[in-house]
Nanobody
Framework: QLQLVESGGDLVQPGGSLRLSCAIS????????IGWFRQAPGKEREGVSC????????FYADSVEGRFTISRDNAKNTVYLQMNSLQPEDTAVYYC??????????????????????WGQGTQVTVSS
């Protein structure tokens, strides 16, 4: 059973940075996509970024392009989301999720993550002065 555990959420001032971690265990396939999603109070869950295990391709939502960077450390079985130039509108619970697939693409940021089979418990990011 694939398990994901997020960490790194915190309170940060506007313009600040955070790095979220998603520790992954229980792999059952060599091919999967790991996505980061977020959900703010009263809003739908939205895709932020995703990375493919097959070709390491990465994709970003327009709202975070140029500010957030997704990466992976295979030795640690961990996917990171480096978030820079944070703004109050980035405030949300951030989740990492996994879907077993040999494919990649921005499609895996769409549909509120309904394609993903495995989810972490979430980590709170609050951007406020």
């Amino acid at each position: 059973q694939l398990q994901l555990v997020e960490s790194g959420g915190d309170l940060v001032q506007p313009g600040g940075s955070l790095r979220l971690s998603c520790a992954i265990s229980g792999f059952t396939s060599d091919y999967y996509v790991i996505g980061w999603f977020r959900q703010a109070p009263g809003k739908e869950r939205e895709g932020v970024s995703c990375i493919s295990s097959k070709d390491f391709s990465t994709f970003y939502a327009d709202s975070v392009e140029g500010r957030f960077t997704i990466s992976r450390d295979n030795a640690k079985n961990t996917v990171y989301l480096q978030m820079n130039s944070l703004q109050p509108e980035d405030t949300a619970v951030y989740y990492c999720a996994a879907v077993l697939t040999p494919y990649s693409g921005s499609y895996y940021l769409e549909n509120r993550g309904n394609e993903y089979n495995y989810w972490g418990q979430g980590t709170q990011v609050t951007v406020s002065s």
